[in-house]
């Protein structure tokens, strides 16, 4: 099955630095989200963006529909330990009937106090 | 709010046995989704359920899964007989209306591991 790509696929920075990734594909969305997933837990919707070029803000991330609308980037502000976690891109078809969401691959992030 | 209750959390069987794995979506969502998870991956939809009829289950390997969502509520997915490569986290989720606002509330998943 199709999965969006992600980079970086893992990260370990220190307490209070800013972290970038970002998802591409090969298809065009109408649909950007980003989930979060803990350990154990299942993944947890942190921003939602449903037109291209959309910046939108949800405390300390900040995620964009990039204007071709096959890419989109998530960045967190000064990192926090609670930060750790798999994050998850998520596209969902233009045109699909379903709505169906196509994940990404995932980028790990390791957050040291 | 109750959450997506998914049970049971773990399960260990050998391959060639039987597997199920129930799901009850929140109050009131209309859809229901089953995902599989496979370590180091993103979920990989399985079967997508509006009320109690399926909308897409393109990429369910038919020929071992099945799910069903008889009342339009609860749901429960089937694995028989189970491969190796069927080792996965299996994940329920819900969503209002048709899902489309891509907003799916996830329950804690049930983890496979098939010997």
């Not at chain 2, 060639?16 to 993103?42: D, E, K, M």
């Not at chain 2, 939809?45 to 009342?71: M, T």
């Amino acid at each position: 099955g199709q999965q969006l790509n992600q980079s970086p696929q893992s990260m370990f920075i220190q307490e209070g630095e800013d972290v970038s990734m970002n998802c591409t594909s090969s298809s065009i969305f109408n649909t950007w989200l980003w989930y979060k997933q803990d350990p154990g837990e299942g993944p947890v919707l942190l921003i939602a963006l449903y037109k291209a070029g959309e910046l939108t803000s949800n405390g300390r991330l900040t995620a964009q529909f990039g204007i071709t609308r096959k890419d989109s980037f998530l960045n967190i502000s000064a990192s926090i330990p609670s930060d750790v976690g798999i994050y998850f891109c998520a596209g969902q078809l233009a045109g699909g009937a379903t709505n169906k969401l196509i994940f990404g691959t995932g980028t790990l992030l390791a957050v040291q106090p | 709010e109750a959450g997506v209750a998914q049970s049971p959390r773990y399960k260990i069987i050998e391959k060639r046995q039987s597997v199920a794995f129930w799901c009850n979506p929140i109050s009131g969502h209309a859809t229901l989704y089953w995902y599989q998870q496979i370590l180091g991956q993103g979920p990989k939809l399985l079967i997508q359920f509006q009320n109690n009829g399926v909308v897409d289950d393109s990429q369910l390997p038919k020929d071992r899964f099945s799910a069903e969502r008889l009342k339009g509520v609860d749901s429960t997915l089937k694995i028989q007989p189970a491969k190796l490569e069927d080792s996965a986290v299996y994940l329920c989720a819900s969503s209002w209306g048709q899902g489309g606002t891509g907003e799916l509330f996830f329950g804690e998943g049930s983890r496979l591991t098939v010997l």
